[in-house]
T-cell receptor, first 112, second 117 residues
Framework: DQQVKQNSPSLSVQEGRISILNCDYT??????FLWYKKYPAEGPTFLIS?????DKNEDGRFTVFLNKSAKHLSLHIVPSQPGDSAVYFC???????????FGTGTRLTVIP | GAVVSQHPSWVICKSGTSVKIECRSL??????MFWYRQFPKQSLMLMAT?????????EQGVEKDKFLINHASLTLSTLTVTSAHPEDSSFYIC?????????????FGPGTRLTVL
């Protein structure tokens, strides 16, 4: 069964507004979470990460929030730009393990 | 939900040997599978696209004779690293997708850590 889930396959947002991408996980052992951005025919590019000891990490326009009790994380992009249009994957791992578990992705379209 | 497995999850081998990594879709038929390699800063580089019953399509700069890909069935794709060298040490991830180009859904395997001594 999928241990990391992105329940929204697509999201459309107006340029300048906030984009919120959501991700849920089931394994309470996960302690490190990542967001990737993917363009067609390319590999996912690392965007931002968060350790389970934090509940927020910010990098420019990108902020990731982690709610451990709800096993939920979200990626906020503000303000959204047309160049942000891509597929976003969240991923989770356990420190010291060799595995990286991905969600199935959410396609973000930012409308000019 | 769909699950993709990889085997082994980690492998250590001597330089010059070959290593096979399996990628299986457990509950759906994957017409297309993708192989990635993780680089520093954690981004994934697309190595090749594997279509069931046909030859894999390799990305520029990826040696097809070194990284052999076989997609013999709708549930299994294999990546063989031939004559492995220490610089091949990396984290290899596969994903399985659907033929429908309208969907971007991909199901990733958990990855295989290769260490070449």
């Amino acid at each position: 069964d999928q241990q990391v889930k992105q329940n929204s396959p697509s999201l459309s947002v107006q340029e300048g507004r906030i984009s919120i991408l959501n991700c849920d996980y089931t394994n309470s052992m996960f302690d490190y979470f990542l967001w990737y951005k993917k363009y067609p025919a390319e590999g996912p590019t690392f965007l931002i990460s968060i350790s389970s000891i934090k509940d927020k990490n910010e990098d420019g326009r990108f902020t990731v929030f982690l709610n451990k009790s709800a096993k939920h994380l979200s990626l906020h992009i503000v303000p959204s730009q047309p160049g942000d249009s891509a597929v976003y994957f969240c991923a989770a791992s356990i420190a010291g393990a060799n595995n990286l578990f991905f969600g199935t992705g959410t396609r973000l379209t930012v409308i000019p | 939900g769909a699950v993709v497995s990889q085997h082994p999850s980690w492998v250590i081998c001597k330089s010059g040997t070959s290593v096979k990594i399996e990628c299986r879709s457990l509950d759906f038929q994957a017409t297309t599978m993708f192989w990635y390699r993780q680089f520093p800063k954690q981004s994934l580089m697309l190595m090749a696209t594997s279509n069931e019953g046909s030859k894999a399509t390799y990305e520029q700069g990826v040696e097809k004779d070194k990284f052999l890909i076989n997609h013999a069935s709708l549930t299994l794709s294999t990546l063989t690293v031939t004559s492995a060298h220490p610089e091949d040490s990396s984290f290899y991830i596969c994903s399985a997708g659907h033929r429908d180009p309208a969907t971007d859904t991909q199901y990733f395997g958990p990855g295989t850590r290769l260490t070449v001594l």
